[in-house]
């Protein structure tokens, strides 16, 4: 009896069920795994890798889905940050850092992903700019460029890409060689790409060549460990 009585509070601290007199009701819906529980670990690294490329004090757009979420989570302590997002879901994460200041666009919801598209997504970028976008996409390959799920998507980001000085794509080695239903830009168009160390070879001489730096979360913290505390290495390789 101890252990069953025992066994039916933690049920209810984890919210499988609600006890009641002599007994308890499974609850309908069962809670969300965390999220450091339900993302893959190489997602995990970039967010992490992606993080540290972000400047405090400076005024970023983060898009939508599971990676722009975890560089979200790792943004918590950035001072006098700037973010801007068509995701709730990012905007929930950064909700309680004290140092960053974050606004949501608006507009209508992608079914399930808490995604913002649509008019009035777009109409609160109209008169906005950022030091960086972070993107992250459905697929990258050398004929259909960088794309997304939906057409909405796109459309959005596209016209994202006109208001920023840098655009930083994150995206696990699995996204490449792949193709989304539609088309936000051609390869050339990012500044940046966070991805694994698995990526083929053909796009790391790809981007070498067109001098687009791709970096690896090992290559990231390489420059972390380069620049000293307190201090961000440039571009330049100039700390």
Request: net charge negative.
């Amino acid at each position: 009896e101890v252990t069953i009585r025992r066994d039916l509070d933690k049920l209810e601290q984890d919210g499988f069920i609600i006890k009641t007199h002599g007994g308890a009701i499974l609850k309908e819906v069962l809670p969300e795994p965390s999220l450091a529980e339900r993302v893959p670990p190489e997602v995990i690294e970039i967010g992490e890798a992606a993080a540290l490329l972000v400047n405090d004090n400076e005024a970023i757009f983060l898009g939508g889905g599971l990676t722009c979420r975890q560089v979200a989570a790792n943004l918590q302590t950035k001072q006098r940050l700037t973010v801007m997002t068509n995701d709730l879901k990012v905007a929930l994460e950064l909700n309680n850092a004290l140092g960053v200041l974050c606004s949501v666009t608006g507009g209508n919801s992608l079914q399930g992903s808490g995604i913002l598209v649509g008019d009035l997504a777009l109409r609160a970028i109209e008169e906005v700019y950022f030091h960086k976008v972070i993107l992250s996409v459905s697929g990258i390959s050398f004929t259909s460029g960088y794309t997304a799920n939906t057409v909405e998507e796109a459309t959005f980001y596209r016209q994202l890409l006109t208001r920023c000085e840098e655009l930083m794509i994150v995206a696990d080695y699995r996204k490449f060689d792949k193709t989304g239903f539609s088309r936000i830009a051609d390869l050339k168009a990012a500044h940046k790409v966070i991805t694994n160390k698995e990526v083929g070879n053909h796009y790391k001489e790809y981007y070498f060549q067109n001098n687009i730096k791709l970096f690896t979360p090992y290559e990231v913290e390489e420059i972390e460990e380069v620049a000293g505390p307190g201090e961000q290495q440039g571009d330049d390789g100039e700390g």
